[in-house]
């Protein structure tokens, strides 16, 4: 348990690395999708919610779960649906391909 | 149990952390962007069919309704217009925070009264921000939604019980870190951040919204984060991770590009703009200049630097300012946008809007990459923008803007300012950008006035 949590606040501390370095070549230009990707991604709280919805250890659980598993297969679904619109529009000058 | 299909599991779960990964790296550029959405969704469907497959799952029903449910509020969510994109993310991060917050009192009901004081206290943090952010979320959609009323609604000592709040909740979780068995007061817990969720968000104006989406989105991150502490998973923790450290660094360049702090923007004390800013008012005369004439002088620039800013959404003008980009380009005019950080209502909101009009995007630039042209361009053409092209916050040390990165206009040799009438900006403060003599204001709507320029372009017919 102990050495569990210390390897998941080093995986915690790594991760936050990445996102930094990731995020800071992100042009400016496409922040708005970044969020709602970042946003959609964040969705995997779903694998959290299955768990609770479907192990169905009491009614109350199972509710919460239920709920959260809308809640976050909505961001799931229409996170990625808008980032794709948002990027589909994006093109560079000259003649426009069919 | 077979333990061949725990390690697929794992393995689905550990090929999903690393496409979230790569998503992120190919969000970098426009040209590899698409194949990043398709990394996150296959990293996502991974991981969904993963956790179906889990042993402990005894029940489906449920789950498959979950699923449906969800991805028939998601399809509409995911066709919303692009002007309304800023109030359907904040409704997203609240979503999000929902999911978060439910799974944790879920995760607490099963697991009280013996929780494990670490558990107690990553649990705590995962409902505190997981509820906070979906109460702040909401409002903030229904501000940007306009249910809500935009300006922002202070009152005296809102700060100093905003953050008692905070601190009653945070004191109350560290005493249930030592006394789990109080159920009770995880509840007190949750009601204390709901309730700072909204006070929180009260303050704050429209034009603090870039700052504080992505302020709601680092915290829907960080909280899902907690939550893979909670349920020991890598994936949960390393996604949420990248999400917060995401809208962490927006809400960083936000904060910049308003020269706030950033312990200002993280203990919410948005909106604070001295009220002692209305007294300058005097009526300078203005020069004004027609459709005809701005398209005569449009016409015969070389280079031309358009500014849009959230007066441009507002007014739908984008697919008239295309139109206008189309015109003048067709007559050999250089034609490029400027586009301040906190332009619009959350981070790169202008630059969909104008790639949504079919603008190409080697067109926008940000502040830093334009700034230095402005003194070589005969127009710039300022849209529905105000504070961010206020000279004031360069030179006025009175000015409450002062300090705040803008973009240059005042340095091109004609300034063109489309503007409904002569009333300051959303900060309340005077322009003296509209006194200068090289500046026309062009007194209109938006998009009737860029309709009318362009006609009067497209009538020239010499081209």
């Known amino acids: 348990m102990r050495i569990d949590l ?31 990707l970042t946003n959609a991604l964040d969705a995997i709280a779903v694998v959290g919610a299955i768990l609770l919805a479907g192990e ?26 808008i980032t794709d619109r948002m990027l589909k529009m994006f093109r560079v000058s000259g003649p426009k391909k069919p | 149990m077979i333990p061949g299909k725990e390690s697929l599991i794992e393995i689905a779960y550990l090929c999903a952390t690393a496409l979230f990964i790569l998503s992120l790296k190919w969000m970098s550029s426009p040209t590899t962007s698409r ?10 469907l991974l991981a969904v069919v993963g956790t179906l497959v889990n042993h402990d799952i005894v029940d ?39 999911c978060v917050t439910l799974v944790g009192t879920g995760e607490f009901y099963l697991r009280t009264p013996a929780v494990p004081r ?5 649990l705590s943090m995962e409902v505190i921000l997981g509820a906070l952010t979906f109460t702040g979320s909401l409002m903030a959609a229904g501000k940007l939604q306009e249910i809500l009323p935009q300006r922002p609604i202070t009152y005296k000592g809102q700060n100093i019980v ?19 068995e109080q159920t009770i007061l995880f509840t007190v817990i949750l009601a204390i951040s709901l309730l700072f969720g909204v006070l929180m968000i009260i303050p704050i104006g429209g034009a603090d919204m870039p700052t504080v989406i992505s302020l709601l989105n ?53 909106g604070q703009k001295e009220a002692a800013v209305a007294s300058g008012k005097e009526t300078r005369p203005v020069r004004s200049a027609t459709p005809e004439e701005a398209a ?59 790639a949504e009009a079919d603008i190409p995007y080697d067109k926008l630039f940000d502040m830093d990459e334009i700034n230095g042209e402005f003194p070589q361009t005969d127009v710039a053409l300022v849209i529905g923008a105000n504070d961010v092209t206020n000279p004031a916050a360069r030179n006025d040390t009175t000015s409450p803007i002062y300090g705040m990165p803008i973009l240059d206009v005042d340095k091109a040799r004609v300034i063109m300012v489309i503007k409904r009438s002569m009333s300051p900006g959303f900060a309340g403060i005077d322009n003296p950008l509209y006194y200068f003599d090289k500046t026309l204001m062009l007194f209109g709507d938006a998009k009737s006035f860029v309709g009318d320029i362009v006609r009067e372009l497209g009538g020239g017919a010499h081209s």
């Open chain 2, 162 to 180: 905003n953050l008692s709040l905070l601190v009653a909740s945070i004191s109350v979780a560290a005493y249930l870190v030592v006394h789990p």
């Open chain 2, 35 to 44: 194949r990043g959405v398709r990394a996150g969704e296959l990293g996502m």
């Open chain 1, 6 to 36: 210390l390897t998941s606040l080093y995986v915690f501390m790594l991760a936050c690395f990445i996102g930094f370095e990731l995020v800071r070549k992100i042009t400016p230009l496409l922040h708005t999708p970044l969020m709602s």
């Open chain 2, 118 to 122: 670490f558990m107690m206290a990553v």
């Open chain 2, 218 to 270: 680092s915290y829907a991150g960080l909280s899902a984060a907690a939550m893979g502490f909670v349920l020991d998973s890598k994936l949960l923790i390393i996604a949420g991770a990248l999400d917060g450290a995401s809208g962490f660094i927006l809400s960083v360049n936000m904060s910049k590009a308003m020269n706030r702090s950033f312990s200002n923007v993280l203990f919410g004390a948005f």
């Open chain 1, 56 to 81: 169905h250890k009491s009614t109350f659980t199972t509710v919460l779960g239920t709920v959260a598993i809308v809640a976050a297969t909505t961001n799931a679904v229409g996170g990625f649906l």
């Open chain 2, 296 to 354: 005569a002088i449009l016409a015969a620039a070389n280079k031309v630097i358009v500014v849009p800013g959230y007066g441009m959404a507002v007014a739908q003008a984008q697919h008239k300012v295309r139109e206008l980009f189309d015109a003048l380009t067709k007559r050999g005019v250089d034609v490029r946008f400027g586009i301040h950080p906190v332009a619009g209502r959350m981070p790169g909101h202008m630059n969909v809007l104008l």
């Open chain 2, 60 to 98: 489906y029903k449920w789950v498959a309704a979950g699923l449906v449910l969800g991805s028939l509020i998601g399809v509409p969510l995911g066709m919303v217009q692009m002007t309304a994109v800023p109030q359907r993310t904040a409704l997203s991060h609240a979503f999000g925070a929902l």
